[in-house]
């Protein structure tokens, strides 16, 4: 059974207690989305200034519980100033590893039943992540997509937990949903 | 632990955990302490063979066969509603519908007597701490016929505001009210409310979900028209609940779900409805859960409902009081504070950890909470948090499991201290 350890890497917790680009933008000229997640209530607001293909500017607002807060504080890092094929790129290689499919072809971590008890569920469907259908791990979609996951990495505990898969990619989601109205404005 | 209650002997504890088998189960290395019985109570073994007895031994559709098992399982499951019927006061087994959950029955009326009787000039009202399951069905009214729907709000207290009862029920035809908020515990004065109600010419819907596993009912006291209860949050299985309503009341009201069971007669231009209760249950019943939830009363009626109450309500006590001692002002408790005026249920928020974040570190010295909304979006914004952690209690519990969430709460300093 994966501890609590392999949960809250210190970077994560680093990230909570110290959320990067953390505001609102005015929007217009930025872009807005909203992300709930329906089963704890977090809810997440980016904000993205795009000019042209660049990401010019990230804002994160809303309110969530340590993982949701702290991967969308990395995920603004990451994707602040890149362009948004980049980004596009990151949230590929990040649903991947927030995948269990592609945990399981990483042979990571322990069976996902835990204690082994018959019928205790394998959260698969429940809590997994249904944003991808690639069945590469995040480390082969970064390579292939030539994305450096940097501290990102450190949210793939979270796999180990598959309830809080949705708190990490809550953000990811949201930022999709930025992407997307953003290009309908282009 | 000692507690008297006012009908039953107090609560052994001690042997009751022995009737329940999960409470053997160890997670992550130390002892099961389940305290998510808002969510869902665990079952005793009296329930579980009950199931399984069924199932070897009676099994076949109801109101259909000829043949002796199939008149056997008839009479279990007519059984189990008279069963359910004297355990919350009613005059009689046909004023009990059986669905599948509180909230389906809900629906029933909100579908069924609602869109008869409630239109873009009528008014309903309902609180701010109901379940979503309370509190959308109106919603939805709404949006469809343009039905009013007036909330009586919550006040910083952690009761309903009553000032303006009165005013809000003025020309309502519905009151829909929690007798016990599955968020806060708060137990609102549902007599006082329905009998407000009740003289503006208001019929008044209890939702039980919350109320009937836990406290002696009686739909009379309560001055219920219509009362939602569900069978997994009182010791029975999933998927059966039912709607309590007097039964000329059900008698008025058009069929909600049809198909077979619900029918008297079809032809290719019409259809006949059959009597109440089975008027409201479509198609083939939940027989074997019902056998199940029949258990359940038995075993919650054998313990006594005062006696249950008596227990709860102390060890409710308990908890609030050896959370204060340990934490003092680094934990909050929502909610009212006396508790006799509470359900057994104590939402709290300790610093600033995320109730997420706190369920995660109970997981981990096996102890079960709820985090999150709790079905309760608006509640929640009244009390300005996105989530809350929610332990609750049932009639396996004892203050050695209240011991156990009190320290490990205190584990999350080494991560978000």
């Known amino acids: ?186 | 632990m000692e507690v008297t209650g006012q009908g039953g002997a107090p609560l052994d504890v001690a042997r009751i955990k022995k009737d329940f088998p999960i409470l053997d189960r160890r997670v992550h290395g130390k002892r099961l302490v389940y305290l998510d019985s808002a969510a869902s109570s665990q079952k005793p073994l009296s329930v579980l063979e009950a199931m399984t007895r069924y199932y070897e031994t009676t099994h076949a559709n109801v109101h259909r066969g000829v043949y002796q098992i199939a008149q056997e399982a008839t009479e279990l499951y007519e059984q189990a509603r008279a069963k359910m019927a004297a355990f919350i006061g009613a005059s009689g087994p046909d004023e009990v519908v059986f669905t599948k959950n509180a909230t389906e029955a809900v629906n029933l009326v909100a579908y069924s007597w609602g869109r008869a009787n409630l239109g873009p000039d009528d008014a309903l009202v309902t609180t701010e701490i109901e379940h979503h399951a309370n509190f959308v069905p109106w919603l939805q009214l709404r949006q469809e016929r343009g039905t009013d729907v007036r909330v009586l709000r919550l006040q910083p207290d952690g009761f309903l505001d009553l000032s303006h009862a009165e005013e809000l029920l003025q020309g309502a035809k519905l009151l829909a009210v929690t007798a016990a908020s599955n968020v806060l515990g708060t137990l609102p004065p549902v007599r006082r409310l329905a009998d407000i109600a009740h003289a503006a010419g208001a019929l008044v819907l209890v939702d039980g979900a919350q109320y009937v596993p836990h406290l002696p009912t009686d739909v009379g006291e309560l001055g219920a028209d219509f009362l939602a209860f569900t069978g997994h949050k009182m010791l029975g299985p999933t998927g059966i609940g039912g709607l309590w309503a007097r039964r000329e009341l059900l008698e008025s009201m058009p069929p909600f779900l049809t198909g077979g069971e619900m029918i008297r007669d079809v032809r290719l231009d019409g259809f006949l409805a059959n009597d109440v209760p089975w008027k409201f249950e479509a198609g083939t019943p939940p027989i074997a859960e019902a056998v199940g939830l029949a258990a359940a009363v038995d075993y919650l009626s054998a313990l006594g409902m005062p006696a249950v109450r008596a227990h709860e309500e102390a060890l409710t006590s308990y908890a609030m009081s050896a959370l204060h001692e340990r934490y003092g002002e680094h934990l909050v408790i929502h909610g009212p504070l006396p508790a006799h005026r509470r359900a057994g249920i104590v939402s709290f928020a300790y610093k600033d950890v995320h109730a997420h974040d706190m369920s995660q570190v109970l997981d981990q010295a096996g102890i079960c909470v709820r985090a999150g909304h709790h079905c309760a979006k608006p509640l929640m914004r009244c009390l300005g948090v996105g989530a809350t952690a929610r332990a609750s209690f049932s009639v396996y519990n004892d203050e050695a499991d209240v011991d156990a969430l009190v320290d490990a709460i205190g584990q999350a300093d080494t991560l978000f201290g």
């Open chain 1, 1 to 186: 059974m994966p501890g609590l350890e392999d949960l809250y890497r210190e970077i994560i917790l680093d990230h909570y207690r110290n959320p990067r680009n953390r505001g609102e933008l005015e929007s217009p000229p930025a872009v807005r989305a909203e992300g709930f997640n329906p089963l704890c209530g977090d809810e997440i607001v980016v904000y993205l200034a795009v000019d042209g293909e660049q990401i010019t500017d990230v804002k994160i607002a809303g309110q969530g519980c340590s993982i949701s807060q702290s991967s969308a504080s990395m995920m603004s890092a990451a994707v602040k100033g890149k362009t948004v094929a980049q980004a596009r790129s990151t949230i590929k290689a990040f649903r991947a590893m927030m995948s269990l499919h592609g945990r399981a072809l990483d042979g990571a971590g322990d069976g996902p039943a835990g204690d082994g008890l018959i019928g205790a569920g394998d959260g698969q469907g429940v809590g997994g992540d249904q944003g991808t259908d690639d069945e590469r791990s995040g480390a082969e979609v970064a390579a292939a997509e030539g994305v450096v996951l940097g501290d990102l990495e450190a949210l793939q505990g979270v796999v180990k937990f598959p309830v809080r898969i949705k708190c990490a990619t809550l953000s990811w989601h949201t930022l999709a949903q930025a992407l997307d109205e953003a290009a309908t404005r282009a």
